[in-house]
């Protein structure tokens, strides 16, 4: 096994095969709302003690301020040292680092490139690991796959796959429903106030997608009220029915995520074999680990199997 710390990220090898990769692996620091995916790199690591292969942990702050964020691009030197950028949506969805001075932005393109030109070359399957968090807006989603348009895996393959995991996990599915939906109403009273306020561009972001799960699972009318007035009260209790009247927890396709903002494996990695975001449910990273990386371990045996064919 060979174990290789770089600047910016750590790489643990054993032998070829799949390549496990946690983008937002490091610290989260202040109130900033650039969180680490956790969990994510514990799921991936399960995943690679059972098969071999390569495990890439990105290990700066995805805070674009005082780290990289490794899941976007590379921004323009100048443009990357204007300190306004901190509360520019349309940067931060984009770009990798808000650089203190040229020499600092040369540091961080450096410690950028390097970790994708490692990564690109250690094989032809990559998995990349993230979290989805448990509210609303993701339900009910256990896990969100993307597929950068079906360019890093193909429709009918990725279709089949899910179907047959939907239909295996099944049993397991019924036995979490009933904590997966108070989690997921949880995590939605402990920041109704922040959500219904939309007093930032991601809370105006995060309200409208639950807005749409409201709609969708709770009906329309629901969401309409909420529209006229929402506050913390109406905005609970329509959680509670959507939750309530929703289907149980399962494996979806691009529900929740498209892959937009993921530019750099789009830029780095398609077109060099599988390339398959993961995107995990919080409840399932913290209680449920070792079945997650039984779910994806099935999920990689299914689609080679399906290629192969």
Same mark, same amino acid.
């Given at each position: ?21 946690a983008l937002h692996a490091g610290p989260s620091l202040f109130d ?43 921004? !323009?030197? @100048?443009?990357? *040292? +204007?300190?306004?950028? =901190?509360?520019? %949506? ?132 629901? !969401?309409? @009220?909420?529209? *006229? +007035?929402?506050?913390? =009260?109406?905005? %609970? ?51 449920f680990p070792q079945k997650t990386a039984d779910i994806i371990l ?12």
């Open positions: 096994m060979e174990i290789k710390t770089e600047k910016g990220f750590i790489l643990l090898r054993n032998g070829r095969g799949p390549v496990y990769v900033s709302g650039a969180t680490r995916d956790t969990g994510a790199d514990k799921i991936a690591s399960l995943c690679w003690e059972k098969t071999g292969g390569s495990l890439v942990l990105f290990t700066l702050p995805r805070d674009q301020s005082i780290g990289i964020d490794s899941n976007r691009d590379i921004p !323009a030197e @100048k443009e990357s *040292m +204007n300190t306004a950028q =901190k509360k520019n %949506i349309k940067f931060l969805n984009r770009y990798g680092w808000i650089a203190l001075s040229s020499a600092d932005y040369k540091k961080r393109k450096k410690i950028y490139e390097n970790f994708w030109k490692t990564v690109a070359g250690l094989g032809e399957k990559f998995f990349l690991f993230h979290t989805e968090d448990s509210r609303l807006s993701n339900f009910p989603s256990i896990l969100d796959l993307i597929t950068f348009d079906y360019k890093g895996v193909k429709k009918e393959l990725i279709e089949k796959a899910v179907d047959a995991l939907n239909s295996k996990y099944r049993g397991f599915f019924s036995k979490i429903n009933k904590f997966y939906r108070k989690r997921i109403v949880f995590e939605n009273i402990m920041d109704a106030e922040k959500t219904v306020s939309r007093n930032t561009p991601v809370r105006k972001e995060l309200f409208r997608k639950e807005l749409a799960k409201i709609s969708r699972f709770a009906g329309k009318e629901f !969401a309409r @009220k909420l529209e *006229m +007035n929402a506050d913390t =009260k109406n905005f %609970i209790a329509a959680v509670k029915y959507a939750v309530k009247n929703g289907p149980m927890p399962v494996i979806t396709i691009e529900q929740n995520f498209s892959g937009k903002k993921a530019i750099a494996p789009k830029k780095f990695l398609l077109g060099r074999g599988t390339v398959l975001e993961l995107e995990i449910n919080k409840f399932m990273c913290e209680y099935d999920l990689i045996g299914l689609l080679e199997q399906y290629e192969n064919k």
